[in-house]
């Protein structure tokens, strides 16, 4: 049974720039959470979907958004990068909400 | 507020040795309660998850405690080994309207495992 999948694993980018990060959960898993990861900060939750709706948001700004597809799939998207943007991104699927949750590996983004 | 505080920050061991690590949190109303192991630059692997009415779940040299009472938890992990040097996060689940369980993640304790 495949886990969840994030890509890319690495991603640089500028100052300024948007940038577009895809999760796959794992097969049959409706609820996909994203996260993001800081030395300073820890884990922080940004949003989750279920079903295709976002079902909660965290304290991010609107720079920060993200949707899910059809088939559970997810994506999110950061516009106008800022330089602590740069961070561990993981998101993690489940079979439903509140339900175990598997992490994938993460998106290492590193804003310069 | 909802918080979840994990003692201590940071850890050395020597290889063999046993350590416990505490989680305490302040969260209503629970849902349950996970340890996770995050090796560096990986996503979190789930070690154990508690209910309201666990006291002990165990896996393999992983074996983890509840006290509901008291709102503690704690890790202990028996006879360590160079591949336990990771981060060890503490997740409680509050459960909130419309059967959403919203996770409430602490820092962290890093262990480093030293020969």
Known sequence: KAGVTQTPRYLIKTRGQQVTLSCSPISGHRSVSWYQQTPGQGLQFLFEYFSETQRNKGNFPGRFSGRQFSNSRSEMNVSTLELGDSALYLCASSLDRGLGYTFGSGTRLTVV | ?115
């Open chain 2, 1 to 115: 507020k909802n918080q979840v505080e994990q003692s201590p920050q940071s850890l050395i061991i020597l290889e063999g040795k046993n350590c416990t690590l505490q989680c305490n949190y302040t969260v209503s109303p629970f849902s349950n309660l996970r340890w996770y192991k995050q090796d560096t630059g990986r996503g979190p692997v789930s070690l154990t998850i508690m209910t309201f009415s666990e006291n002990t779940k165990s896996n393999g040299r992983y074996t983890a405690t509840l006290d509901a009472d008291t709102k503690q938890s704690s890790l202990h992990i028996t006879a360590s080994q160079l591949s336990d040097s990771a981060s060890y996060i503490c997740v409680v689940s509050a459960g909130i309207s419309g059967g959403y369980n919203k996770l409430i993640f602490g820092a962290g304790t890093r262990l480093a495992v030293h020969p």
